[in-house]
């Protein structure tokens, strides 16, 4: 018989159940600030879509993109701005994991405009908020319990008479 400590049905699972819970408690702090700095730089830029106190946007549209834009570059910016609002609130308040991808995503793109428009620096900024994005997906996503688990907890909890 195995004893208590190395047998894993027992104690070594539970071990490995306070590992990561202290795991996930010394990473809440980090996981916070992430999706507090990516929601709010998604809300503001996409509000400031309409005011362009942080920047002129509009020149930072590549020209060969807007050959493509089938709408003015003024208008353009003005949907960006409400998807990149919408993002931020999802990150901020509705589903972290899914607002992070697609603010991931969509950074990757802004990325490619900027290339095509010659902002290198610009872009490996928004390469690395990519990044940034997408890793605050995994870390939301992997601290949401699965519904699977929810599930069996539940089942567990229940009292048949």
């Given at each position: 018989m195995c004893k208590p400590r190395t047998d894993v049905t027992s104690g070594g699972l539970a071990t490995l159940f306070s590992w990561r819970q202290q795991m996930e408690t010394r990473l809440n702090g980090t996981v916070t600030a992430l999706r507090v700095a990516i929601g709010l730089m998604a809300t503001l830029a996409g509000l400031d879509k309409f005011f362009n106190l942080l920047a002129n946007w509009e020149?930072?549209?590549?020209?060969?993109t807007q050959q493509?834009?089938?709408?003015?570059?003024r208008a353009f910016m003005g949907v960006a701005g409400v998807i990149e609002f919408a993002v931020g609130i999802t990150i901020l308040a509705i589903r972290p994991s899914l607002g992070a991808y697609v603010a991931s995503a969509w950074l990757i793109l802004i990325a490619v405009n900027l290339v095509a428009g010659a902002h290198f620096d610009i872009a490996v900024r928004d390469v690395v908020l990519a990044v940034s994005a997408f890793a605050l997906g995994q870390f939301e996503a992997a601290r949401a319990p699965s519904p699977g688990a929810v599930h069996a907890r539940g089942a567990r909890r229940s009292v048949t008479a």
């Open positions: 020149a930072y549209i590549a020209p060969i493509f834009l089938p709408i003015s570059a």
